[in-house]
């Protein structure tokens, strides 16, 4: 019997098979996976801004890219993942409104995708798979069982990476 681990906004947890982790709703936030397929442990932070260091008081890590995949490796690596194992797939970072002068400040699922990418970058963490961008919202559902990410969207079809 598999429990579904739900994730909520500027949140995380982990989770070992049979159980699967979701998040659900991502807009412009990011959904990110990192997964130890040696060890089978997953986990999931739904991240809402790219960069904590422009914020006073940041008392959720979770929240941003640049804190929330620090806290989630230190999440996993309580449970028994090695960072050294990490592999991470993303999904989300829509632009949800358009918007006619395309401020900078407007674009935050496209600064969250690219914060979110720079973090793994420098932690030598590869993105086997992401889908990122576009105008539309998506649940995602990861099964550290199999190592797949299923992305639902209304009005779209089911997406497995």
């Known amino acids: 019997m ?5 994730v909520g906004m ?4 982990v ?13 412009s936030c990011v959904g990110i996976v990192l997964y130890d397929p040696i060890m089978k442990i997953a986990g999931l932070v739904h991240v809402m801004l790219p960069d904590s260091t422009k914020i006073i008081n940041n008392s959720n890590k ?3 890219a640049d804190t929330g995949i620090d806290k989630l490796i230190q ?3 309580d449970i028994g993942a090695l ?3 990490l592999v991470a797939k993303i999904a989300g970072g829509a632009q949800m409104f358009s918007f006619s002068n395309n401020l900078e400040m407007m ?3 496209d600064r969250n995708v690219e914060a979110t990418k720079e973090k793994l970058k420098q932690l030598g963490i590869p993105i086997l798979a992401e889908d990122t961008g576009a105008n539309y ?3 995602i559902e990861f099964s550290p069982e199999t190592g797949l990410l299923t992305i639902k969207s209304f009005g779209r079809d089911l997406k497995v990476l």
Do not use: H, Q, S
């Open 2 to 6: 598999n429990n579904t681990i739900k």
């Open 10 to 13: 500027a949140d995380a947890n």
């Open 15 to 27: 989770c070992k098979p049979p159980d699967v982790i979701t998040t659900l709703g991502l807009g």
């Open 62 to 64: 979770y929240k941003f």
């Open 75 to 77: 999440d996993m690596e």
């Open 83 to 85: 960072k050294r194992n």
């Open 107 to 109: 674009r935050i699922g």
């Open 137 to 139: 919202g998506r649940t």
